[in-house]
């Protein structure tokens, strides 16, 4: 039997997996996902989303996936690994992924990598327009991780975000990246005087932190009146991981399989010692960290 079944939950309470449903919503987060669908509505363009590794970028983009799959009016893609080594093979991504009709373009005897950047280009404009205008949908493109584009898929970014009526944008762009997205976009003005909104998420605060924990037992179905994780536990924690979400998660999860072990009631400060500790012996952390 699972550890977690043996302390009374449904599930896994900090799996690392991007579960929008174990997504909490610090005032940070809410007010990037809040302004992202803000912008998307009003068909703005361009929202760029910052943060270190284990910010909850990730988790926030399938929390943006689940709010665009519960609506009957968009139409959207999401990219996890954006490694385009130039702007062809990126044109040819989307057109695949958004099953764009290229019958005026590929022959009997002609595939989708024989097609030039002018016509993918071309077939990709048309799509956006009929999605747009005749369809009246909502065309986004989210893309995690957006720290490796490519400059060529960066300047194709631009190009495709040029593609508009007098009203709006015709295509919806997403970008979540780690900080060293920043200065990439910086090298490339007319693509930075595009963001209509921007947004850096940081680590937790202790409350947040400790809000998260409680959260995250919750939805995992605990329901027990008793704390699994005493404050002492918490506020060690929030010392070790810095705040950062993911982190967080991880010591959660360690900490309540040596709960199960232990034979001990809650975690507490004992046991999230031990597991700093012996990451410590290990190599794995470095002692002015503790």
Same mark, same amino acid.
């Given at each position: 039997m699972s550890y977690y079944k043996v302390l009374g939950f449904d599930k896994e309470p900090f799996s690392t997996s991007p579960d929008p449903a174990f997504l909490y919503l610090t005032r940070e987060h809410e007010i990037a996902l809040t302004n992202v669908l803000i912008e998307i509505r009003l068909r703005r363009g361009l929202s760029v989303i910052l943060g270190d590794v284990g910010t909850g970028k990730t988790s926030l983009s399938r929390k943006l996936v689940q709010y665009l799959k519960e609506r009957g009016d968009f139409i959207f893609h999401i990219v996890l690994d954006p490694c385009f080594e130039n702007e062809h093979l990126f044109l040819s991504y989307l057109a695949r992924n958004f099953d764009i009709n290229l019958d005026g373009y590929c022959g009997s005897d002609r595939k989708l990598w024989q097609l030039n950047v002018m016509d993918l280009k071309e077939a990709l404009e048309k799509f956006l327009f009929q999605a747009c205008h005749e369809a009246q949908k909502t065309v986004v493109l989210i893309i995690d991780e957006a720290q490796k584009l490519s400059e060529p898929s960066m300047e194709m970014l631009r190009v495709l @975000? #040029?593609?508009?009526? #007098?009203? #709006? *944008?015709?295509?919806?762009?997403?970008?979540? !990246?780690?900080?060293? /997205? &920043? =200065? *990439? $976009? /910086?090298? $490339? =003005?007319?693509?930075?005087?595009? +963001? %209509?909104?921007? &947004?850096?998420?940081?680590?937790?605060?202790?409350?947040?932190?400790?809000? /998260? +924990?409680?959260?995250? +037992?919750?939805?995992? !179905?605990?329901? %027990?009146? %008793? #704390? @699994?994780? @005493?404050?002492?536990? +918490?506020? @060690? $924690? &929030?010392?070790?991981s810095h705040g950062y979400p993911r982190r967080i998660t991880l010591l959660c999860h360690r900490a309540l399989k040596n709960l199960v072990m232990q034979n001990k009631w809650a975690v507490d400060e004992g046991i999230v010692r031990g597991i700093i500790e012996e990451d410590v012996s290990s190599g794995w952390l470095s002692p002015v960290l503790r």
């Amino acid at each position: 039997m699972s550890y977690y079944k043996v302390l009374g939950f449904d599930k896994e309470p900090f799996s690392t997996s991007p579960d929008p449903a174990f997504l909490y919503l610090t005032r940070e987060h809410e007010i990037a996902l809040t302004n992202v669908l803000i912008e998307i509505r009003l068909r703005r363009g361009l929202s760029v989303i910052l943060g270190d590794v284990g910010t909850g970028k990730t988790s926030l983009s399938r929390k943006l996936v689940q709010y665009l799959k519960e609506r009957g009016d968009f139409i959207f893609h999401i990219v996890l690994d954006p490694c385009f080594e130039n702007e062809h093979l990126f044109l040819s991504y989307l057109a695949r992924n958004f099953d764009i009709n290229l019958d005026g373009y590929c022959g009997s005897d002609r595939k989708l990598w024989q097609l030039n950047v002018m016509d993918l280009k071309e077939a990709l404009e048309k799509f956006l327009f009929q999605a747009c205008h005749e369809a009246q949908k909502t065309v986004v493109l989210i893309i995690d991780e957006a720290q490796k584009l490519s400059e060529p898929s960066m300047e194709m970014l631009r190009v495709l @975000l #040029n593609y508009e009526t #007098n009203e #709006n *944008k015709l295509l919806q762009v997403v970008l979540l !990246g780690q900080m060293e /997205l &920043h =200065p *990439k $976009i /910086l090298r $490339i =003005p007319n693509f930075c005087d595009r +963001i %209509s909104f921007k &947004h850096t998420l940081h680590p937790l605060g202790l409350k947040d932190a400790k809000d /998260l +924990i409680h959260f995250r +037992i919750r939805q995992a !179905g605990y329901t %027990s009146n %008793s #704390n @699994l994780f @005493l404050d002492e536990a +918490i506020q @060690l $924690i &929030h010392k070790v991981s810095h705040g950062y979400p993911r982190r967080i998660t991880l010591l959660c999860h360690r900490a309540l399989k040596n709960l199960v072990m232990q034979n001990k009631w809650a975690v507490d400060e004992g046991i999230v010692r031990g597991i700093i500790e012996e990451d410590v012996s290990s190599g794995w952390l470095s002692p002015v960290l503790r």
